[in-house]
């Protein structure tokens, strides 16, 4: 069976791991997942201060090999994906003709001409396609390897020794957005220095029946030092607050690179067209003279939470729309990401709340990311 035909929620590898640890399990883009094991606000507290485990099964990898394999993502994706050097990796985008973000996407190199491209859940299955379309009169095949990983992320400070205590893999001298082959606890992975929470940490792509192993040997090798499971509720926060945009909230087909304040992916100066230049240079030059609305962070000054869809407003107009809003352990506050009328955009500006349900919260409004981990 495909990943797509199924109406009943796909399980990954850890489903049964999961349930047997009393996780609250939720369906999530077609994927049952863990929306939390314990207190999601502890889950975070432990990202920040210790390390987390998190399964990311239902992230999507789409394999790309061939001697045309750079050209063709290049091509297809807003980045200059043939710079990229073997065992590096690369955040871009995938977006339509009219510039409008089908996905944001996490590539990285495994060999000359070898790919692996990670794609969202909800749209893995879009860029797969688009991939495939894409790639007529290339020399490159597009593969569908979402049931040929299990993937489990470790983060947190603790993270990285954690890790050395169960691999041999040079972890100091991988970078970050980087990754190599290697085995953790007996187990062949791809060792990534990527995440999704602000902090330090690595992505473990294995075989799914190696998961249940892996998993069960880094939760031993954490013990010591604090590391606990943790789910997708957490994962939210912890991204929110390190600034990170979720596809759906602070990217979407409507919206431009340049509309989310991440044009710096889009690489005009590589050689050859690619899907979306002419639309994204006239995006270019509008974000640079008048940009419409910018992403912005905003903190509550009251306890009062915001969600996306929530109106922003100034001196009784609506002026932007909140995108992702949640309670933020770090900060001991509610915050919200937001796109809001560039002459309300600047960091401090006066006057500015969310309309929750009738009443005019005051936020103040500032610069993105609210959390920065030290180095």
């Known amino acids: 069976m495909s990943s797509t035909d199924s109406a009943e929620p796909r399980r990954t590898a850890l489903d049964a791991l999961h349930r047997s640890l009393g996780a609250t399990m939720t369906d999530f883009a077609g994927w049952d997942m863990p929306l939390r094991y314990g207190s999601e606000r502890d889950e975070h507290v432990a990202v920040r201060t210790r390390a987390g485990l998190f399964d990311l099964s239902h992230m999507g990898e789409i394999t790309v090999t061939g001697p045309d394999a750079a050209a063709l993502l290049n091509h297809a994706l807003v980045g200059n994906i043939a710079s990229v050097g073997v065992g590096r990796a690369r955040y871009t985008m995938i977006c ?162 340049f509309d989310a304040g991440l044009g710096r992916v889009v690489k005009f100066e590589k050689e050859g067209d690619f899907v979306g230049r002419e639309a994204l240079t006239e995006a270019a030059a509008r974000a640079g003279q008048n940009p419409p609305r910018v992403l912005v962070g905003l903190v509550a000054e009251g306890r009062r939470v915001p969600r996306a869809g929530y109106p922003v407003v100034a001196g009784g107009e609506v002026i932007g729309e909140v995108t992702s809003g949640a309670p933020s352990p770090t900060l001991g506050r509610p915050i919200a990401m937001a796109y809001v009328d560039a002459a309300h955009s600047a960091p401090g500006t006066a006057g500015v709340g969310v309309d929750i349900r009738g009443s005019h919260e005051p936020y103040e409004v500032v610069a993105l990311p609210f959390y920065k981990r030290q180095k």
């Not at 996407?105 to 990670?118: F, G």
């Not at 990983?149 to 470790?154: H, K």
């Not at 893999?169 to 953790?184: F, H, M, S």
Request: net charge negative; hydrophobic share 40%; charged share 25%.
């Open 96 to 257: 339509r003709a009219d510039g409008g973000i089908l996905d944001d996407l996490i590539v990285y190199r495994l060999a000359e001409t070898e790919y692996l491209v990670v794609a969202n859940a909800s749209n893995a299955q879009v860029v797969l396609d688009a991939l495939r379309e894409r790639a007529a009169g290339f020399g490159a095949e597009v593969r569908d390897d979402r049931d040929a990983y299990a993937l489990i992320a470790v983060q947190g400070p603790e993270s990285s020794g954690i890790l050395k205590s169960l691999t041999d893999a040079d972890l100091d001298g991988l970078k970050y957005y980087a990754g190599l082959p290697g085995t953790v606890a007996g187990v062949p992975a791809l060792i990534a220095r990527t995440g999704y929470t602000g902090e330090d940490g690595f992505e473990l792509f294995v075989k799914p029946e190696h998961a249940v192993e892996l998993w069960q040997a880094l939760t031993e090798a954490g013990s010591t030092v604090g590391l606990v499971p943790c789910g997708l509720s957490c994962r939210d926060t912890l991204r929110l607050e390190a600034g990170m945009p979720l596809y759906g909230h602070e990217l979407t087909t409507e919206l431009t690179p």
